[in-house]
């Protein structure tokens, strides 16, 4: 634990390294070495919740740089998660699509990754979760400047 004259104590940048460090560390735990990485999670879960949103798409809802999700895509489609071909409105894209073992390894993943949060919250007093998950969006919504 840091000392409370400690000047990362109030550096954000610092703690918020070190939150994400610790979340990682969490779903680790929870997922027991099996199934998806935190951020193949979260395309797979944007891939379900709107079938068809090619890459650039994926970069916009997961914020998961470009050269990043083309390694995540390239990975999720040689384990045969995820389905892809052109667009339909720009034949240089691809469109994405949940395969049935993308869709099961997403429900099987949905519990740890559950856990992992819960886990993660736990740390704040009930009365802060939900003002703590404003906080980041707030600071998420700001990363697109």
Do not use: C, W
């Not at 000392?3 to 929870?30: C, F, M, P, V, W």
């Not at 650039?56 to 470009?66: A, F, M, Q």
């Not at 040689?78 to 429900?107: E, M, W």
């Amino acid at each position: 634990m840091a000392k409370a004259g400690n000047s990362l104590n109030r550096s954000a940048t610092h703690l918020l390294h070190r939150a994400g460090q610790r979340a990682a560390d969490i779903y680790a735990d929870e997922v027991r070495g099996g199934g998806l990485t935190p951020r193949q999670f979260a395309v797979l879960t944007a891939v379900s919740q709107q079938e068809g949103l090619t890459q650039t798409d994926l970069v916009e809802r997961t914020g998961i740089d470009r050269s990043t999700l083309a390694d995540i895509v390239a990975r999720l489609l040689s384990r045969g998660l995820i389905q892809r071909r052109r667009a339909k409105d720009d034949g240089r894209a691809y469109a994405i699509k949940l395969s049935g073992q993308g869709a099961k390894a997403l429900r099987d993943a949905q519990p740890a990754a559950a856990a992992a949060d819960t886990r993660l919250l736990a740390s704040l007093p009930p009365a802060k979760r939900q003002d703590f998950l404003e906080s980041l969006n707030l600071i998420v919504g700001e990363s697109d400047d």
